[in-house]
T-cell receptor, first 112, second 109 residues
Framework: GENVEQHPSTLSVQEGDSAVIKCTYSDSASNYFPWYKQELGKRPQLIIDIRSNVGEKKDQRIAVTLNKTAKHFSLHITETQPEDSAVYFC???????????FGTGTQLKVEL | NAGVTQTPKFRVLKTGQSMTLLCAQDMNHEYMYWYRQDPGMGLRLIHYSVGEGTTAKGEVPDGYNVSRLKKQNFLLGLESAAPSQTSVYFCASEAGELFFGEGSRLTVL
C-alpha cells in the first residue's frame, strides 16, 4: 500500500519567516496530494491541494510544489503569522474515491 | 447544513466495555471514513465505506466494527474496549476533499 513520509515532525520559525514541510510518497499511481491544517483541539481542514498534472499551486501565502519523478511534494508558507501555528498533514491518493494516506504530521510553531 | 456530526464527543470506558460512535453527514456523500489520531502517528484509517451497505477495512481495523445501514450514517463500534484504543476518533465524508467531524475523545481505563 501507499506510504507517506513527512518531515520535519516539528518546525519552529520566527514570525515573518518562511516555513517548508516536505513529504514523499511511494505509490507512483498517486495523483492527488492535499494538505490539511489542524489547529489545537480542532478538526483537520483542507488548506490546499494539487493534482499530478500541475507542478505548483499557490493560494495567497501558501504554495504546494510537486515533483512526480522524485515522488515528493512540499508545502511552503511565506510571511508566517502566529495563526499559522498548527499541525499540518500531507496526504496522497491514487484517484478520487480511493482512500487517502496521511503523513504523520508537522507541528509548526510561529514565534513572535 | 451541519456538515459532519460525531457523537459522543467525549467518553470514558472501562476495559472490556462496548460502545458505538455515531457519525452523521447531511451532504449526501457516498464515501465515509473513520480515522484515529494518536500523538506522532498522524491520522490512521480504521474502516471506510464507499456507499450505503458497504464497508471495508483500513490500515488499523482490528478491534473495531462498522456499519453503514443508511447513507448519512456511519457507525464505529468497539465490542470490547482496550486501553490501546484510547485515542481521538475522527469521522469524515468525502466529495473531492475530506470533511471531518469535530472528533470524539475516547479514554479506556
Amino acid at each position: 500500500g501507499e506510504n507517506v513520509e513527512q518531515h520535519p515532525s516539528t518546525l519552529s520559525v520566527q514570525e515573518g519567516d518562511s516555513a517548508v514541510i516536505k513529504c514523499t510518497y511511494s505509490d507512483s499511481a498517486s495523483n492527488y496530494f492535499p494538505w490539511y491544517k489542524q489547529e489545537l483541539g480542532k478538526r483537520p481542514q483542507l488548506i490546499i491541494d494539487i493534482r499530478s498534472n500541475v507542478g505548483e499551486k499557490k493560494d495567497q501565502r501558501i504554495a504546494v510544489t510537486l515533483n512526480k519523478t522524485a515522488k515528493h511534494f512540499s508545502l511552503h508558507i511565506t510571511e508566517t503569522q502566529p495563526e499559522d501555528s498548527a499541525v499540518y498533514f500531507c496526504a496522497s491518493q491514487p484517484y478520487p474515491g480511493n482512500k487517502l494516506t496521511f503523513g504523520t504530521g508537522t507541528q509548526l510553531k510561529v514565534e513572535l | 447544513n451541519a456538515g459532519v456530526t460525531q457523537t459522543p464527543k467525549f467518553r470514558v470506558l472501562k476495559t472490556g466495555q462496548s460502545m458505538t460512535l455515531l457519525c452523521a453527514q447531511d451532504m449526501n456523500h457516498e464515501y465515509m471514513y473513520w480515522y484515529r489520531q494518536d500523538p506522532g502517528m498522524g491520522l490512521r484509517l480504521i474502516h471506510y465505506s464507499v456507499g450505503e451497505g458497504t464497508t471495508a477495512k483500513g490500515e488499523v481495523p482490528d478491534g473495531y466494527n462498522v456499519s453503514r445501514l443508511k447513507k448519512q450514517n456511519f457507525l464505529l463500534g468497539l465490542e470490547s474496549a482496550a486501553p490501546s484504543q484510547t485515542s481521538v476518533y475522527f469521522c469524515a465524508s468525502e466529495a473531492g476533499e475530506l470533511f471531518f467531524g469535530e472528533g470524539s475523545r475516547l479514554t479506556v481505563l
